[in-house]
């Protein structure tokens, strides 16, 4: 059984950074690719960044580029998401789908490949 659990958000000030994690069970890292996404209410869902395992290449939507940092450990199972530089229009709901990730052509998909292939998502609140 395929399983998305998200951790790692919470309330931070401008300026400051997280880190999310997400362990994924039950999924070959060689099937599709893992991303991160999110959702603010009454916005629609944004693409955050995705990473190619073939061969290390990454996706950064402009809104996050030079602050995020995607990052995996298939040892483990874990996709990571380093958030620096905080800002209020961070504050979302994250999730590490399995999405269509195009890294060469800077293009990621926001609908998971399937229900399976997402988790709850995490919160990340920004505000001074």
């Known amino acids: 059984q395929v399983r998305f659990v998200e951790s790692g958000g919470g309330s931070a000030q401008p300026g400051g950074s997280l880190r999310l994690s997400c362990v994924i069970s039950g999924f070959n890292f060689e099937t599709f690719a893992i991303g991160w996404i999110r959702q603010a209410p009454g916005k629609e869902r944004e693409g955050v960044s995705c990473g190619s395992g073939a061969d290390g290449s990454t996706y950064y939507a402009d809104s996050v580029k030079g602050r995020f940092t995607i990052s995996s450990d298939n040892s483990k199972n874990t996709v990571s998401l380093q958030l620096n530089n905080l800002k209020p229009e961070d504050t979302a709901v994250y999730h590490c789908?399995?999405?269509?990730?195009?890294?060469?052509?800077?293009?990621?998909?926001?609908?998971?490949?399937?229900?399976?292939?997402w988790g709850q998502g995490t919160q990340v609140t920004i505000s001074s």
């Open positions: 789908p399995a999405v269509p990730c195009d890294t060469h052509s800077q293009r990621m998909g926001v609908v998971p490949r399937g229900n399976d292939y």
